[in-house]
């Protein structure tokens, strides 16, 4: 019962300060021996203590202060040993150990044992010794101090102001995008389980970036499906930057290679972190310079971008979101060499915006509505070297097939089921006839005409959409 062990360590207390509550008594009975107290181990944050089993004894009382007279346990054991744990290292502590005679008996308590112990104090780990190197940037490395987990450090300029600082695994720092000059590095290894931590370290390094060479090739967006000409500067500390990314001067992709961490090689060093809550993603967003889109939304962890190659030839590959609400995932890339690209088929094919004016009676009313839509997309996909998919039109996962003609400028796209319905897509024309689609000069293809043509056994065919699509790149 808590009561009846309240009461005993009550009187275990009182008893052991040499106060009884029935001194007449005491005088007649036999006081019980004293425990020989010993000390069995010490760390830097526990004690361990032992006594002799005494006949007659119930049980034992012990009470253990700090320096200052302060109790840090208190109690009553039947056991002839007790562990104090979470204790301060390098702090001296005193036991009282007493044993209790039951109170009906014929022996009387004696006075407490005073037994003081030490805890052991921590180990300092040993001090690093940190260097620099400016092979590929600015790297402070140090070697693996022992017994040590985590390193803290601080890196700051020539004029003391702080660069970077945190805590780190590893046994380096490299630095990425620093401007040329002076700087230094203050690195403490910290203690855990019974060490302190270090002495601190101290190193300098310089930066003397400079531009090693360029390289001229071709950077393709994913979510404009569009290519262009760029160029792409190599730095000596393993940084690069694609000028003019998106194709507006002085947006660039500015990024690392940090060949030293296999797990997350690449870094983007211009734009910004964006934690996205709401929708659940972490993305890194560069701006492009455009208005739509107006940000490079990539995703640079764990390699999933990664520069690939050489100086000769090779690519930047940047796996990136595009669309409402994440919806696409898909590589920005630069390449090179630039090869030229001499298929005619690359003008025509891509994500083009639809601009779709006519009308359709499927719906459901069966009644007839005009449709006057400028922000449908549709896509053209090379097939072969003349054919073409066409896919949008006015349904989407419904592609047509068509042959392109680039001396006469036209798209012929033969009547041919319209997806898994049951209609036919032609021209206004008739239900066989084919819709023949113009080139225009700006790039825009202009498909006009177009019905879904329904077979009906005794009314003959009849169309229940017609209208003209405009698609621009």
């Not at 998106?246 to 947006?251: L, M």
């Not at 997309?377 to 066409?390: C, N």
Request: glycine residues 8%; aromatic residues 14%.
């Amino acid at each position: 019962m808590k009561h009846t062990k309240i009461l005993a360590i009550l009187l275990s207390l009182a008893m052991a300060t040499g106060f009884s509550a029935c001194e007449e008594n005491d005088d007649i009975r036999q006081p019980l021996s004293s425990p020989a107290v010993s000390q069995e181990n010490a760390n830097y944050q526990s004690l361990s203590f032992s006594w002799n089993k005494i006949d007659n004894a119930v049980q034992y009382g012990y009470r253990l202060t700090d320096p200052n007279g302060r109790v840090v346990k208190a109690d009553v054991t039947q056991k002839t040993s007790v562990i104090f744990t979470g204790l301060q290292p390098s702090t001296t502590y005193t036991l009282q150990v007493w044993a209790l005679a039951g109170m009906d008996s014929d022996y009387s308590t004696p006075p407490a044992v005073t037994l003081t112990a030490t805890t052991d104090g921590l180990v300092q780990l040993s001090t690093p010794v940190v260097t620099s190197s400016s092979d590929n940037g600015l790297t402070f490395l140090w070697e693996t101090v022992p017994n040590a987990i985590e390193y803290s450090y601080t890196v700051k300029d020539a004029e003391e102001a702080i660069v970077e600082t945190g805590i780190t695994e590893n046994t380096y720092v490299q630095l990425t995008g620093l401007p040329n000059g002076e700087y230094s590095i203050s690195v403490t290894a910290l203690g855990h389980d019974g060490y302190s931590d270090s002495e601190t370290a101290s190193a300098t390094g310089s930066v003397l970036i400079s531009e090693l060479y360029r390289i001229e090739g071709i950077y393709h967006s994913a979510e404009l499906d569009s290519s262009w000409n760029a160029t792409m500067v190599a730095y000596s500390d393993n940084t690069y930057s694609i000028l003019s990314f998106y194709g507006v001067e002085g947006y660039n992709l500015d990024f690392a290679v940090n060949a030293a961490n296999a797990d997350d090689m690449f870094t983007i060093l211009n734009g910004e972190y964006i934690n996205d809550t709401a929708a659940g993603y972490v993305t890194w967003q560069v701006p492009t310079g455009l208005s739509d889109p107006a940000m490079l939304i990539a995703y640079p962890w764990y390699n999933y971008c990664y520069l690939e190659g050489d100086r000769q030839s090779g690519s930047v590959n940047i796996g990136c979101y595009h669309g409402a609400g994440y919806a696409e995932w898909d590589y920005d890339t630069f390449t090179w060499p630039a090869v030229a690209d001499n298929d005619p088929m690359t003008a025509i094919t891509g994500t083009f915006t639809n601009h779709f004016v006519g009308g359709s009676s499927i719906n459901d009313t069966w009644t007839w509505e005009d449709i006057d839509a400028s922000d449908w997309q549709a896509t053209i996909k090379k097939i072969d070297e003349e054919t073409v998919e066409i896919d949008g039109l006015y349904w989407t996962d419904c592609p047509v097939y068509g042959i392109v003609d680039f001396t006469a400028g036209t798209i012929t796209i033969e009547a041919q089921e319209y997806g898994e319905t049951y209609y036919i897509f032609a021209s206004s024309n008739g239900a066989t006839d084919p819709v023949v689609a113009t080139i225009n000069a700006d790039g825009s293809i202009t498909v006009p005409n177009i019905c879904l043509w329904y077979y009906f056994d005794e009314g003959g065919w009849y169309y229940y959409m017609y209208g003209t699509a405009t698609l621009t790149k």
